[in-house]
């Protein structure tokens, strides 16, 4: 049972237009989602947040928009880079009560800008 | 400033070999710890995490094994290699949401 899902194994913008990256999921009480970025034989690495509480959050060329009711969270790059070519992951969180944070990761979307 | 180390970059083992693979948190203190798997086709699996010295949790069943015998030490262990445990292995910490990955190990079981 996938909670977080990424449907698009993969996406090709041009350079400069905008990429939007797609995250399905399923736990309602998913309460915090972020996106990760990771490059080839590298760690993901923290790309932007947005609490349940709100419904859109930017940081410079990224923005994270969150539609709670149907349950469903976009990432839009614009305009794209070369630079951003990676694979996307989405996570989410709920408040285990356990003091973990686990976090629940997509299958990842393979983002290819072309120049 | 927080920052991780994982280790070796990348390694490769024969079928039914062990496996020792480290994580080391500095910075911080009693930091979340976690285990993840790239697998192709398959994104980040979550193996195992711990809250805290001695404690760990495991999410998949497999022939891996975690231990964490001090605060900012997390290994990842097998007794014999399978070629299905080859994958991209992830150590992480977090103090609260949000994760800080490691760089990665890069398991290839021949």
């Known amino acids: 049972d996938q909670q977080v899902k990424q449907n698009s194994p993969s996406l090709s913008v041009q350079e400069g237009r905008i990429s939007i990256l797609n995250c399905d999921y399923t736990?309602?009480?998913?309460?915090?989602f972020l996106w990760y970025k990771k490059y080839p034989a590298e760690g993901p690495t923290f790309l932007i947040s947005i609490s349940s509480i709100k419904d859109k959050n930017e940081d410079g060329r990224f923005t994270v928009f969150l539609n709670k009711s149907a349950k469903h969270l976009s990432l839009h790059i614009v305009p794209s880079q070369p630079g951003d070519s990676a694979v996307y992951f989405c996570a989410a969180s709920a408040n285990s009560g356990a003091g973990s944070y686990q976090l629940t990761f997509g299958k990842g979307t393979k983002l290819s800008v072309i120049p | 400033s927080q920052t991780i180390h994982q280790w070796p970059a990348t390694l490769v083992q024969p079928v039914g070999s062990p496996l020792s693979l480290e994580c080391t948190v500095e910075g911080t203190s009693n930091p979340n710890l976690y285990w993840y798997r790239q697998a192709a086709g398959r994104g980040l699996q979550l193996l195992f995490y711990s809250v805290g010295i001695g404690q760990i949790s495991s999410e998949v069943p497999q022939n891996l094994s975690a231990s964490r015998p001090q605060d900012r030490q997390f290994i990842l262990s097998s007794k014999k290699l399978l070629l299905s445990d080859s994958g991209f292995y992830l150590c992480a910490w977090s103090a609260s949401v949000g994760y800080t990955f490691g760089s990665g190990t890069r398991l290839t079981v021949v």
């Open positions: 736990n309602s009480m998913f309460d915090y």
